[in-house]
C-alpha cells in the first residue's frame, strides 16, 4: 500500500520539529552565580598527648625507639633523646677520646643502627618560637662517688631534618657543644619566631658515617680510673617556649 503525500509530509515535520526541541546551545548565556563558604578550625593538641619519635635516617617514617622513657607530653614537646654510651675501654696514661656509640632504633620492624639524636614537636599554632638547652649534672662519677676528673663530652656535627614535605624555616643548632660538669646550659636548637614548628630531629651527624665520632667523651691520661667502676652522670634536656 503506498503512502499519500499528505502523510510522508507528515512524517517530515514531526522529525523537524523533534531535532529542533532537542538542539544543544552554542553559546550559553550565563543567569547568575552564588558563592559558598569551606571553613575549618584548629585546637590546641591535648596536652596529655606524647608524639612518637620518628626515623632520624628518614623522618617520614615512625618508629619504635626501644625505651620505656617516654618524651615528654603537650604540643611543644621533647619527643626523644639518645643516651651516650661510651662503651667499656681499656685504661690507659694518655689522654683518649671515645666514640659514643650509635643509637639504636626498631625500623620497619629491624633494629637500626642510627645517628645519635634529639627530637622536638611544636604543634601549638602559636608559631612563637622555642628553645632546646641541655645541662650536664655533674662529673662523670662511679658507684664510689669517685669522678673522672677532668672528662669533656662534646657533641659536634649537628643537623636539623623534619619531614620531606614541609617548607618550614628549620631552627638553628649549635654546631658544636663542649658540656660542662658545672651544669651550665648549652644552646641545642633555637626556632626564632616562624620556625621550627611541627617535628624536628637534630642529628649528631647526617648519616652514620658521620655520626660515628659526633659525640665523644675525652679523658685525660692523668686522671684517675678504676677497673671494673662504671662511671656516669645524667644530661638534663630543658625545652623553653620562647626562643633565646
Known sequence: MKLGKKTILAVVTLS??????????????EVGSLNSNSTVQFEVQDGSVTNPPVNPLDPNKPVDPGTTDPGTSGPLSID???SFDFGTQVI?????????????MTVDGTATDVPNNVQVTDNRGSNSGWE???AQNGQLQDGTARALEGAEVKI?????VTRSDSTITAPTVASSITLNPDGTS??????EADQGMGHWVDNFGA???????AVTLTVPGATAKYADSAYETTLTWTLSDTPA
Do not use: C, H, R, W
Not at 690507659?92 to 639504636?104: C, R, V
Open 132 to 134: 632546646l638547652t641541655v
Open 16 to 29: 523537524t520539529a523533534f531535532t529542533t526541541a532537542f538542539a544543544i546551545p552554542s553559546n550559553a548565556a
Open 92 to 104: 690507659s696514661g694518655e689522654t683518649q677520646t671515645y666514640n659514643a656509640k650509635l643509637d639504636s
Open 80 to 82: 626523644y633523646v639518645s
Open 186 to 191: 648549652a644552646m641545642v636548637m633555637n626556632a
Open 156 to 160: 659536634n656535627n649537628a643537623t636539623a
Open 207 to 213: 648519616d652514620n658515617t658521620e655520626a660515628a665520632d
